[in-house]
DNA sequence: ACCTGAACACCGTTCAAGT
DNA sequence: ACCTGAACACCGTTCAAGT
């Protein structure tokens, strides 16, 4: 297969579609219209294939969304990897990250909060869940920061689907609200580690 | 005006359409096949007119989520306004109110999430200003508490937009980390209460 | 003013038919 | 296996026409 010239906006198209090279597009078309403005036929024409070939490889929009958010949550799991520090610092650093990536793909949050168990990687789940048990931190509060740091930097970014909220985060205000809240989460989670130390004791005593 | 009879279904149909009858139907649907299942036709098929007699009332279908979105919260505002306590205790259950209130109507805290200065009353916004200055909040904090707690429990109550994710917030799970979620939320804030107070003594000085 | 019902421009999804 | 393109059953919204 020898290389193609095409045009500017990137074909790269090998032989026929592939199921990433659908998702690759589908992350450009939400980051320009949002998820509302992507459609299977818009998708499809972008894609120069037929709608049904698109059907071919991803059997629902559902689906190719869930897609999706493994492609993003992908990436913020390798970042996650290579930042060390506290936990608290770790997961502060690592939650902006999320909210930033998240606002910059209108209408996906709507989508992630609604099916994050579906979209989280297992992988990131399991290296959060390692970050705060390795800091003492009880099965319970594992659980109940987990969800509640998602829910919280998922919603906060979630704005209209649609064009024009794309950088609501990166304004001042959004961007502060987010980071004071985020702290208050994180400085509560702060103080259910001294009781889960003290159970701990107590329990393998 | 005279009390009616009617049916148990309530058509309470008195002369023609009005506002607050089309929402309260909306609501119903609402909560019974979600926001994704309310559409203006079958709106309109309840309500026993023709799709352009819905169009006369409520210009678009995000506006009759504003005030199916107004309605609601007006009526949490009313119950907020009659428990008393701590500043915490009464968050505490106030949002607990409101995410079991969303999440028995699917979808509606996807719209919520993204229109919350539009929909959220004045006078709601008003009471839980007050209730945080009193207690000895400063402004900035007031604001960044005020945003999490409704990012938060907007957001821990929502669903898949449709059928059988109504009930999700009675599961004991879901309501147990929303709990811990708010809790920790709660107490971060209080954690900026000693510091907002030691500022406003030495601004006052 | 209030309402009807057809029409427009879209959707997501399916599926016979081609290669 | 992979793809085409028409078809189905819906949407939200608009608008001439009626009363």
Same mark, same amino acid.
């Given at each position: 297969?020898?290389?193609?010239?095409? #045009?500017?906006?990137?074909?790269?198209?090998?032989?026929?579609?592939?199921?990433?090279?659908?998702? $690759?597009?589908?992350?450009?078309?939400?980051?320009?219209?949002?998820?509302?403005?992507?459609?299977?036929?818009?998708?499809?024409?972008?894609?120069?294939?037929?709608?049904?070939?698109?059907?071919?490889?991803?059997?629902?929009?559902?689906?190719?969304?869930?897609?999706?958010?493994? #492609?993003?949550?992908?990436?913020?799991?390798?970042?996650?990897?290579?930042?060390?520090?506290?936990?608290?610092?770790?997961? $502060?650093?690592?939650?902006?990250?999320?909210?930033?990536?998240?606002?910059?793909?209108?209408?996906?949050?709507?989508?992630?909060?609604?099916?994050?168990?579906?979209?989280?990687?297992?992988?990131?789940?399991?290296?959060?869940?390692?970050?705060?048990?390795?800091?003492?931190?009880?099965?319970?509060?594992?659980?109940?920061?987990?969800?509640?740091?998602?829910?919280?930097?998922?919603?906060?970014?979630?704005?209209?689907?649609?064009?024009?909220?794309?950088?609501?985060?990166?304004?001042?205000?959004?961007?502060?609200?987010?980071?004071?809240?985020?702290?208050?989460?994180?400085?509560?989670?702060?103080?259910?580690?001294? #009781?889960?130390?003290?159970?701990?004791?107590?329990?393998?005593?």
């Amino acid at each position: 297969v020898t290389g193609r010239l095409d #045009d500017v906006a990137d074909d790269s198209a090998g032989v026929g579609l592939s199921d990433t090279e659908i998702v $690759r597009v589908a992350r450009e078309m939400i980051s320009e219209v949002g998820v509302d403005g992507l459609s299977m036929r818009r998708l499809s024409a972008k894609l120069g294939v037929a709608l049904g070939a698109t059907y071919h490889h991803v059997p629902t929009k559902h689906r190719l969304l869930v897609l999706v958010g493994q #492609d993003l949550y992908g990436e913020l799991t390798a970042d996650l990897l290579q930042v060390g520090g506290r936990w608290d610092a770790r997961l $502060r650093a690592f939650m902006i990250e999320v909210a930033e990536v998240v606002s910059r793909h209108p209408g996906m949050a709507n989508f992630l909060m609604a099916n994050l168990d579906e979209v989280v990687p297992t992988e990131l789940n399991g290296v959060v869940v390692g970050i705060l048990t390795d800091a003492g931190f009880a099965d319970e509060s594992v659980a109940a920061i987990l969800s509640a740091l998602f829910f919280f930097a998922t919603g906060m970014s979630a704005g209209s689907s649609s064009a024009g909220s794309a950088r609501a985060f990166a304004d001042v205000d959004v961007r502060g609200l987010f980071e004071a809240g985020l702290d208050m989460l994180l400085t509560g989670a702060g103080a259910r580690l001294a #009781d889960d130390r003290k159970a701990r004791r107590a329990g393998s005593r």
